[in-house]
């Protein structure tokens, strides 16, 4: 019988040794496992990391739009908006490209029925000045950007936020603190 099956017993091999029965299970698991963490686990984790991004972006466009409120005037404003490479240079380092960044002025009226946007080198008309006929009430400071939020690992080519980049629109808002007038030419700081 040496070197045939015996039908009688399931369990010998050709040369009458047993066979253990537990080492299938770790194959399978292992294939399994691997499975599981290539195709459901890698793709979550790469997803995940959007939002933390996105909220590091909200973050610093908001930060940036309360430190340009504190400038005395708002042409400084907007040299801290242009020339501080604090704001790009952290989002560059989490991953983050931002693109078309754009800084204006919105007054709105006192009723809130009428507003107006005055962008960067642009005089306020004098009905909207702080004793103007408009009787404006909020002067806020608008950040606006393109903002591109990248996976964890991302590619050239391939589906938002899952292998490639996913570009979102971001705006941010502060008040506008400075309503006082500059004693040498009179004219309110807001408006130089």
């Known amino acids: 019988m040496n070197g045939t099956r015996t039908s009688g017993n399931p369990k010998l091999s050709f040369h009458g040794r047993r066979r253990k029965a537990s080492g299938h299970g770790l194959t399978e698991f292992a294939v399994g496992l691997i499975v599981l963490i290539a195709f459901v686990f890698a793709?979550?984790?790469?997803?995940?990391?959007?939002?933390?991004?996105?909220?590091?972006?909200?973050?610093?466009?908001?930060?940036?739009?309360?430190?340009?409120v504190l400038c005395e005037k708002r042409t400084e404003a907007y040299d801290m908006f242009t020339q501080d490479p604090w704001f790009t240079s952290i989002l560059e380092k989490c991953s983050v490209t931002i693109a078309n960044p754009k800084l204006k002025l919105t007054i709105i009226s006192k009723n809130g029925s009428s507003q107006i946007s005055v962008p960067n080198g642009v005089s306020i008309p004098s009905e909207w000045l702080p004793d103007g006929s408009f009787e404006p009430s909020l002067y806020s400071m608008e950040l606006s950007a393109d903002c591109s939020i990248a996976p964890l690992f991302s590619s050239a080519a391939g589906l938002p936020g899952f292998t490639s980049p996913i570009t979102l629109h971001l705006h941010t808002s502060s008040p506008w603190e400075n309503f006082s007038r500059d004693p040498v030419t009179s004219q309110y700081f807001v408006n130089e």
């Open 43 to 68: 793709p979550l984790f790469n997803i995940a990391i959007i939002p933390i991004r996105y909220l590091i972006v909200e973050g610093a466009m908001t930060e940036m739009a309360h430190r340009v």
